[in-house]
T-cell receptor, first 114, second 114 residues
């Protein structure tokens, strides 16, 4: 069964500092990984995805993620955090059975401090 | 660009009442997925439809039913509501059910059961 884990419930970072939100995965076969962001009382917004190719994936709003097969990780990164980046971040993997539904991690709340 | 539309955005019901949530996919999208996100939880897959037929089923209670109509919009019907049904319900749409077909999420319907 496919799964993702987000080991941190919350990450605090000072504005202007680099941020990392961690995600590890467990899949059979090739992983198809995603990051979504959720602002309060809002829907899920797509940030980026890894299907194949370069291990460094660039996405929306200056975010990027590094796919590491040996460590089974797909950490989300941003070189310089903004207060407006404060939100809930979900890592997800496509289920390889059925209709490729998303399986989400438990989410990490990012708090960027001014 | 047109996005996924969900209505209503907010819904308040009493225990044992019924509720109907609607999802209007992006034009030309033929696949709809429903997810439930409880308070402080990650989104969980409920059910999906492709070309008006149920294509996959997750942890959807027997009290819930759903269907997809000829115009591809979908409705999630919830009966005998319980307090635990209070959640944010997301709909996502895609063009086809393939692995590379990205799902686009709507803003969600927040259901509160009193």
């Amino acid at each position: 069964a496919q799964s993702v884990a987000q080991p941190e419930d919350q990450v605090n970072v000072a504005e202007g500092n680099p941020l990392t939100v961690k995600c590890t995965y467990s899949v059979s076969g090739n992983p198809y990984l995603f990051w979504y962001v959720q602002y309060p009382n809002r829907g899920l917004q797509f940030l980026l995805k890894y299907i194949t190719g370069d291990n460094l994936v660039k996405g929306s709003y200056g975010f990027e993620a590094e796919f590491n097969k040996s460590q089974t990780s797909f950490h989300l990164k941003k070189p310089s955090a903004l207060v407006s980046d404060s939100a809930l971040y979900f890592c997800a993997v496509r289920d390889m059975s059925g209709t490729y539904k998303y399986i989400f991690g438990t989410g990490t709340r990012l708090k960027v401090l001014a | 660009a047109a996005g996924v539309i969900q209505s209503p955005r907010h819904l308040i019901k009493e225990k044992r009442e019924t509720a109907t949530l609607k999802c209007y996919p992006i034009p030309r999208h033929d696949t709809v997925y429903w997810y439930q996100q409880g308070p402080g939880q990650d989104p969980q897959f409920l059910i999906s439809f492709y070309e008006k037929m149920q294509s996959d089923k997750g942890s959807i209670p027997d009290r819930f039913s759903a269907q997809q109509f000829s115009d591809y919009h979908s409705e999630l019907n919830m009966s005998s509501l319980e307090l635990g049904d209070s959640a944010l319900y997301f709909c996502a749409s895609s063009l086809g059910t393939g692995l590379y077909n990205e799902q686009f999420f709507g803003p969600g319907t927040r259901l509160t059961v009193l």
